[in-house]
């Protein structure tokens, strides 16, 4: 608990209208998109940042008097990666959001950590760039989140994550000082990767306050295919067929049966419900390569077993099924009050056999589950639709988790692709992880924050 002379020396350190003590304010910032039962606490103030000196002024202040800091984008993590478990101070980065610099001829992008995915790309495009990484919900999650949960998306199969698009970072450390991480140039192989330490480390090594990032040439042109299929088993060799036939599609995402059905009555775009399985398969490059390359993709799926093959290149129907696809969270959300999302990854081979595995523990626990994911990085995410309030319905919901996570592990999977651990699946990192990297995560911890103030508890418990 902050002391009333800890709010007034913030409000003196910023400007008083940047920082939030009311209980009521505060409290709207207790929770993110993760949905789970947690003993967190209502942060004890939040303080909005507007310049790399703001936040260093408030990690000072806050190292001086051991306050935990947790850093919030836009809050869309759903491992309970920047809630407050020990109060303490918010530091919210949506007023730091400007676009620094552009430079096409670098290919490069140099922002600040509050800025909007949606807008990096839009700025890029203007002049015919591209910021792959596209989680879901881009339209609103910052590149700070993103960097910190090290987020991917659907373009992940063929542009890699986020972690790939980082040339340099300006950091905050947990004293106040400021370390600079990389040069930004294209290559840079003098000493550690230091960055690639940070990405993915939740907020719990340093605050990002400026990211220079890569971009790369927006392809000309795209099509997006989709394929049904009554046989998961088929669906994933046809991503094999796919490669064979040597083209490289951006995307290569999936529905289960349910998740067909429950999209269809939330964003009715025209999706086939009577089938198991549709993939949806995103392809770009030069115009003149389209046909070419659509007509490839089409033989490979129908070779695997693939039935209803349809293609979009008119950019209405294109973004028309990817509103579908990208719904799915919220139209899960449509069968329960509550909808618990997960993210696990299996080697590819494996999938078909997770994908069952999860339809079966799902099953036996009496569970509502629609599957999607990015079936061409073996990632899936499994959404769980249930009432949150039934003590029952949690526990089936917590218990078919661990099974799944048991299974994840038995097929030589990680316990997460691209949504983080948080605090939601930290009970789970030592069943996952070798004991020597945890010993060593955890020496890293204490080396970049010492006094525990970053984040603390999140990923691991020290
Ligand atoms: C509907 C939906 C769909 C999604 N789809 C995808 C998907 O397809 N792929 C995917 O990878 N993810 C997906 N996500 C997860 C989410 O998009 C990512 O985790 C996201 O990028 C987080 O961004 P944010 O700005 O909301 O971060 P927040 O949730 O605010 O924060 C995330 C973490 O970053 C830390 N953090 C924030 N800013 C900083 C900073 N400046 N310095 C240091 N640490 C910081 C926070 O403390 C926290 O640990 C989805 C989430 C939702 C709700």
Redesign the pocket.
Known sequence: MLLKSNIKDLKNILKADNVLSHEEECYCYAE??GNFRASYKTPDVVVFVETTEDVQKVVRYAYQHNIPI??????????G??ICEEGGIV?N?SKMNKILEFSPDDMTMKVQ??AV?GEIKKVAESEGLYYP??????K???????????????KSFKYG??KDYILGLT?VLADGNIMKIGAGTIKDAAGYHLSQL?VG????L????EAELKLIPKPEASAVITAYFDDTQKAVSAVNSIIKSRVFPSTIDFMDKNSINTVEKFYPCGLDTEKECVLIIETEGFKISMEHQVQLISKALADAGASGIDCAYDEKQKESLWTAR?SS??ATAKLAPDVI?D?IIVPRSKLAGMVDGIQSICKEYGLQACIVG?IGDGNL?PQIALNMESDEEFKNCMEAKAKMYALVSSLGGALS????I?IEKRAYVEKFLDKYSLEYMRRIKKLFDPTGIL?PN?IFKI
């Open positions: 993110d998109a947790v850093c919030r984008g836009a809050g869309t993590n759903t491992v990666a920047c530091l980065f950590a509050g995915l990484p596209d989680p879901s919900n881009f609103v999650s910052t590149i700070g989140g993103s960097i910190a949960q090290s987020s991917g998306g659907a994550t986020t950091v940070i480390s939740e907020g719990t340093a605050i990002v306050v990208r969270y919220a999302t993210d990015h995410h692709a691209e949504h983080g948080g984040n999140k």
